[in-house]
C-alpha cells in the first residue's frame, strides 16, 4: 500500500508564495503519473494539475500561470510551487496518482489570508 505524505502548507498573505512536498513510499512512483488536489472548505475536492512520469504537466485554468508542479524520481517526491496566492486558493491540498495509486494522506492545510 502507497503511503503519500504532504507538507509545506501554512498561512501565508495574498500575493505570497508556498512549496508543498509530496512524498510517496514504494517505487510505482517513478512510473506514475501524479497529481495534486485541493479541496476548499465546504466544497469538493478538486484537481489542480498533472505530471506525467516523463515531467510534463498541466493545470487547472484557476491556477495556470501561478502554480508549477515538478517531480524528483529519485527522492520519491513531487512539489508544487504556489505563487502570487489568492484567498481563494485556500484548500487542503493532497497528492495522489492518477489514476490514485494509494489511499488519501492527511494533506497539508494552506491558507491565504492578510
Known amino acids: 500500500q502507497v503511503q503519500l505524505v504532504e507538507s509545506g502548507g501554512g498561512l501565508v498573505q495574498p500575493g505570497g508564495s508556498l512549496r508543498l512536498s509530496c512524498v510517496a513510499s514504494?517505487?510505482?512512483?517513478?512510473?506514475?503519473?501524479m497529481a495534486w488536489y485541493r479541496q476548499p472548505p465546504g466544497k469538493q475536492r478538486e484537481l489542480v494539475g498533472t505530471?506525467?512520469?516523463?515531467?510534463?504537466?498541466n493545470y487547472a485554468d484557476s491556477v495556470k500561470g501561478r502554480f508549477t508542479i515538478s517531480r524528483d524520481n529519485a527522492k520519491n517526491t513531487m512539489y508544487l510551487q504556489m505563487n502570487s496566492l489568492k484567498p481563494e486558493d485556500t484548500a487542503v491540498y493532497y497528492c495522489?496518482?492518477?489514476?490514485?495509486?494509494?489511499?488519501w494522506g492527511q494533506g497539508t492545510q494552506v491558507t491565504v489570508s492578510s
Open positions: 495522489n496518482g492518477l489514476p490514485r495509486i494509494g489511499s
Open positions: 514504494g517505487s510505482i512512483f517513478s512510473t506514475s503519473a
Open positions: 505530471i506525467t512520469r516523463g515531467g510534463s504537466t
